[in-house]
């Protein structure tokens, strides 16, 4: 591999697990330029983190679900006024779930057990969907090893609440870069069940000395989507503008693949709501309790959409693709009631935010399946037109920066910003805009 590639491979310990690494530009023959697109599997270190965040306990109080602010999804419905009437019936969501594995790159964890969900389901008084998982590069429904558990979970539960008459499967690879590319392309090929939305709640910081190749082929796949008609839903991350990782550089980073220009980006806030008055702002819970993520990408131009978006030039003084496009509840403090292990446990992050508008266009696909025999697909550029206005309840409090370091340099404000996009969607309202 080494010869045939002109990279070096070594053995890395990496959070406790032995995985392979490669050292140097993977180099193929002049003559298979433009044929080869990208060269998989000489690394397999894990390529992205779950966006999710449990609630911490604060001290002399319990984290049970349903204590200080938390909500149920359908209570989550009702506040963004999704549109009553459609279940999301003839629709499949499809939930991008990447697997921990071994040293042979044999999936070892990640998954939901059926129990968990059946009392979820039993509990919100919801008919439960029909569920099914799906193996991609041999990854598997393997719950009960791993703290990305919580990620499974939480989409199935999210999304399944908010389209009950959805057809939800979930597409399980091996948290690698081919694993990634190939899963979400397995859900944009799938012939059989053709899902119409897509959610994915898995990233990591944009890295242009990363992997290239990687950043190529998700883009593609994401791209795919778009052209056939499937929305992609991706979370935004949980670290705020930094979006580090563990060897962050002191600078702003998009999250990737939210940062791709074909996804829906979705951000995060803190909601409270009394008497069904909202009071909603950026979720910035400094680094113990996240951030909503957001920023402009170094790696992907301003696209066309942004073009009125007043989206500030990037780290490196580029002009840049703008995250997020949309915001929810995603601050774990006033985060969602779900069912885990056995036990009712509040969750947040912007992973449940990617799910929730992921239900919320299954809704809208199936009235406008019944309108006009087709779904909405790729929603950016009709949310960013000028007639969307009122479509969206623009967040103008808070900011993202999460360490306090960045000098709070994205804030919210009126219209578009990098910290809660274009702002929550009003639901009937968003159903007005795509089947008018």
Known sequence: MSAAFGVKLNKVRHDGATYRMRKGNVQIPAELEGIVVGVHGLDNRPVAQPHFRRRTAKKGATARAGQGGSFSVDQIAQL????????GAGQCIAIIELNDIDQKGHPTGA?????????FFKKAGIPMPRIAPASVDGGANKPGHSDADGEVVLDIEVAGAI?????IVIYFAPNTTNG???????AVHDTARKPSVISISWGGPEDPAGSQQFVDGLNEAIRDAAAMGVTVCVAS?????????EDWDGRPHADFPASSPFALACGGTNLKASNGAITEVVWNGGP???AGGGGVSIVFPRPAYQAHAHVPKSPSHSVGRGVPDVAGDADPATGYQI????????IGGTSAVAPLMAGLIARINEATTKKFGKTVGFINPLIYASHAQGVFRDITVGNNDITGSLHGMYKAGSGWDACTGLGVPNGAALQNLLAA
């Open 163 to 167: 389209a009950p008459g959805a057809r």
């Open 180 to 186: 990634f590319i190939d899963a979400v392309k397995a």
């Open 80 to 87: 963004y006024n999704f549109p009553g009437g459609e279940t």
């Open 111 to 119: 998954g939901y057990k059926t129990s968990d969900l059946k009392t």
């Open 237 to 245: 991350g949980d670290n705020g503008s930094a979006d580090m990782s």
């Open 339 to 346: 069912f885990l292990n056995g036990v009712g446990i509040t």
């Open 288 to 290: 113990q309790d996240g």
